[in-house]
């Protein structure tokens, strides 16, 4: 069967229309002529796989990576990068305009990346035997096939060279991948690098280190704390266990955001793309006014609420988890902002309800799950509404919807498009509203 591909759609794939349905096609780029197999069939769609493709799109290219088809982290590897680019904005016009009614020409330029390969400066891979000996690789998408994976394109030289150079140690003393029978082995590798602070967790079953194999690991230049969490619960798909302790070293790396120093724990939050991530803040920040009181909702270590120290008289950030808020408030003393600079550990719709109904709060930043802010939270924003709210968006759809609440009592002035993941689908937007009087 022969289609011609329309559009891409949000999770990369290609789609044509069959009897007026939608096929979506994996590896399929728009304006493309491919010959296809249909594979599974529902009321409203169909999926569909490339047999040969008849005619390719000019923005067509091969991709860099030989495990691209298998892994799924690198969907759009075999698009141009320009292309890329507007493809990606054009999911944000399409969903703000179909779930928010926002127009297209308040969507501005995308901020794209500076580097389109070598950005990831964190991964959490499982870990798996092959010949006697553990390696790292993803599944395949929609599967459980495990595919080891010599080398990633997408991370930095820096995680490349922990996450071989852990491996070569964890060999050497012969361990093996996690047994769910005796509940022993390495279940994952979660790494992250930045500014060539690195830290490693092993994810394990109730496996014990031997003094010498965790001082080898400490000898591998850049890595600065090792963390084991014990994980063997068969029904989560959570990668951690409840509990993550330091083996040796800090409980967390320091990194540097212009003059200002960030903590991170190991289960801390941080964007994986770290340059485009601080062009992000830096941009988020300056839409900000002067004000007398800034609340950051899902403040995470509280990365923009420091570098917005000079933008507000009092700053308050809301984050549910632990950890994070501990990082945080240490981050505001270490910073010398902690007179006023405070962060607080709630659910972030419960905490703005606490601070609204004592204090007039100026402007809201928020930066939520794929999720998007829940019904409760966007509540309350309307029966306490800011003069002006920055939100940070990492869903499209979910934005959408958002902004067509929040539009009962604010303007939308401007939507920043920010590719922090090249090759991928994924498209992060900075919005500016400003309350209607």
């Given at each position: 069967m022969k289609l011609t591909v329309q559009k891409l759609g949000i999770n990369g794939e290609g789609i044509a229309y069959l009897d007026s349905k939608p096929v979506f096609i994996d590896g399929a780029l728009p304006t493309?002529?491919?010959?296809?197999?249909?594979?599974?069939?529902?009321m409203t769609y169909t999926k569909a796989k490339i047999n040969k493709i008849i005619k390719k799109s000019n923005d067509r290219v091969e991709p860099q990576c030989p495990y691209q088809k298998d892994c799924g982290g690198c969907s759009l590897m075999h698009m141009n990068e320009k292309a890329q680019s507007y493809y990606k904005r054009q999911l944000l016009v399409e969903a703000l305009w179909k779930y928010g009614h926002v127009r297209e020409n308040l969507v501005r330029d995308m901020h794209e990346s500076k580097h389109a390969l070598e950005y990831r400066s964190a991964c959490k891979l499982p870990v798996q035997e092959k010949n006697g000996k553990l390696v790292t690789g993803m599944y395949k998408p929609n599967s459980n096939i495990f595919v080891e994976i010599k080398s990633?394109?997408?991370?930095?030289?820096?995680?490349?060279?922990?996450?071989?150079?852990?491996?070569?140690?964890?060999?050497?003393?012969?361990?093996?991948?996690y047994n769910p029978k005796t509940r022993k082995g390495i279940r994952y590798l979660v790494i992250r690098s930045i500014q060539n602070h690195g830290g490693c967790t092993l994810v394990t079953g109730t496996n014990t280190f031997s003094e010498e194999l965790i001082n080898d690991l400490m000898k591998i230049e850049g890595l600065e704390t090792i963390s084991q969490s014990i994980n063997t619960n068969k029904k989560s798909t959570a990668i951690f266990g409840k509990?993550?302790?330091?083996?040796?070293?800090?409980?967390?790396?320091?990194?540097?955001?212009?003059?200002?120093?960030?903590?991170?724990?190991?289960?801390?939050?941080?964007?994986?793309?770290?340059?485009?991530?601080?062009?992000?803040?830096?941009?988020?920040?300056?839409?900000?006014?002067?004000?007398?009181?800034?609340?950051?909702?899902?403040?995470?270590?509280?990365?923009?609420?420091?570098?917005?120290?000079?933008?507000a008289k009092s700053i308050i950030g809301i984050e549910?988890?632990?950890?994070?808020?501990?990082?945080?408030?240490?981050?505001?003393?270490?910073?010398?902002?902690?007179?006023?600079?405070?962060?607080?550990?709630?659910?972030?719709?419960?905490?703005?309800?606490?601070?609204?109904?004592?204090?007039?709060?100026?402007?809201?930043?928020?930066?939520?799950?794929?999720?998007?802010?829940?019904?409760?939270?966007l509540e309350t924003i309307l029966q306490n509404p800011p003069k002006k709210l920055i939100y940070i968006s990492c869903n499209p759809s979910t934005l959408?919807?958002?902004?067509?609440?929040?539009?009962?009592?604010?303007?939308?002035?401007?939507?920043?498009?920010?590719?922090?993941?090249?090759?991928?689908?994924?498209?992060e937007a900075i919005v500016s509203l400003q309350r209607e009087i």
């Open positions: 493309e002529v491919v010959d296809i197999t249909l594979t599974s069939k529902t990633c394109k997408a991370h930095t030289k820096e995680v490349e060279f922990l996450r071989t150079s852990i491996l070569d140690v964890l060999n050497k003393y012969h361990l093996t991948a509990e993550t302790r330091v083996l040796v070293g800090n409980p967390y790396i320091t990194i540097r955001i212009d003059d200002i120093e960030l903590q991170l724990s190991s289960e801390s939050f941080f964007q994986l793309n770290v340059g485009q991530a601080i062009a992000l803040y830096h941009l988020a920040v300056d839409k900000i006014d002067p004000c007398d009181l800034l609340v950051e909702g899902y403040c995470g270590v509280g990365a923009m609420s420091l570098l917005a120290h000079k933008k549910s988890i632990p950890q994070a808020i501990i990082n945080a408030n240490e981050n505001a003393k270490k910073n010398h902002f902690d007179e006023h600079i405070r962060f607080i550990c709630d659910d972030a719709g419960k905490g703005y309800k606490k601070i609204s109904q004592n204090h007039t709060v100026d402007t809201l930043l928020v930066d939520p799950p794929r999720s998007g802010i829940d019904d409760a939270f959408g919807k958002n902004l067509k609440v929040l539009k009962q009592y604010y303007q939308v002035r401007t939507v920043i498009p920010f590719d922090l993941f090249p090759n991928t689908p994924h498209v």
